[in-house]
């Protein structure tokens, strides 16, 4: 099954309106903002597997564009229902072949619609189980993703937690004369070093912690310092939630304005996850 027609039959058999048995009353639906943290909101009582409200995808569209991810908790979803609920909130991302990313297939040179993130042989063993450190998923590409989401089936013991950085918060507690600095310049790849969020407005730095990078017209000692000085910032605790997962858990994120990385876990334990990531527009 193409990826296509696998997202077209997800369409096609999803719940509809006219399926009362299986509409979900938005009131059933409870989201909670992790008020301690630097991110996130907890979405309570909510069925991936049933259709949804207007009002539904509505609120949690708007709690996305404020707490950047969202927690949905106690799933159990086919790959199907799962790539249903995504289409609640935006096409599905394909990038073009010559723009290689995660999991792209040889046959096509994108990926497939669901991709298993997971050490275990056979299930697509795309990111083992060494540490990942902060990034933004697609980031060099010409049009990177607006947001994925990483459904929990199996984890391992011990490790495996996932931590996202909140890069508006970075952004918005940079010195006035810092901010001033960075806000007209662009990275060598397709993408400025400050974006906005299309939605909120809000300014974001959209730099990864590790792979290498240049800025255009600044002096490579010059530019190299500024990185790792806003590579420092970004990694402070103020901006970060640590997620420990749980089987059943989907986290949806905001990929325009966040870092997410992984810990390391036991080579020997099984760590599998499936992950969606849906379609977004060129930084600006």
Do not use: C
């Amino acid at each position: 099954m193409t990826a296509l027609t696998q997202l077209s039959q997800a369409i096609h058999d999803a719940p509809r309106w006219h399926q009362p048995e299986r509409f979900q009353n938005p009131e059933e639906i409870q989201i909670i903002p992790l008020a301690e943290e630097a991110l996130g909101a907890v979405v309570f009582g909510l069925d991936a597997r049933k259709a949804q409200a207007g009002e539904t995808i509505y609120r949690l569209k708007q709690t996305l564009a404020e707490y950047l991810i969202l927690i949905f908790k106690n799933q159990t979803l086919d790959d199907l229902q799962y790539l249903a609920f995504a289409s609640y909130f935006g096409s599905i991302f394909r990038p073009s072949a010559d723009n290689p990313v995660l999991a792209s297939q040889t046959e096509t040179g994108v990926p497939p619609d669901v991709v298993p993130v997971s050490n275990a042989v056979g299930q697509g063993d795309y990111t083992g189980h060494g540490e990942l450190t902060p990034h933004a998923d697609h980031q060099w590409t010409p049009l990177p993703s607006f947001g994925s989401l990483l459904y929990a089936l199996e984890l391992p013991q011990d490790g495996g937690q996932t931590s996202w950085f909140n890069t508006i918060k970075a952004y918005d507690a940079l010195p006035n004369d810092v901010k001033k600095q960075i806000d007209q310049l662009q990275l060598i790849t397709y993408n400025p070093l400050v974006r906005t969020h299309p939605e909120s407005g809000r300014k974001a730095l959209w730099l990864n912690t590790r792979s290498e990078v240049e800025l255009l017209n600044v002096d490579d000692t010059e530019g190299s310092e500024l990185i790792a000085a806003l590579r420092t910032h970004i990694l402070k605790p103020e901006f970060r939630y640590e997620h420990h997962w749980e089987t059943g858990d989907i986290i949806f994120w905001d990929n325009q304005v966040t870092l997410h990385s992984r810990r390391p876990f036991p080579v020997d334990q099984r760590r599998l996850l499936k992950r969606i990531s849906l379609a977004g527009g060129r930084p600006y």
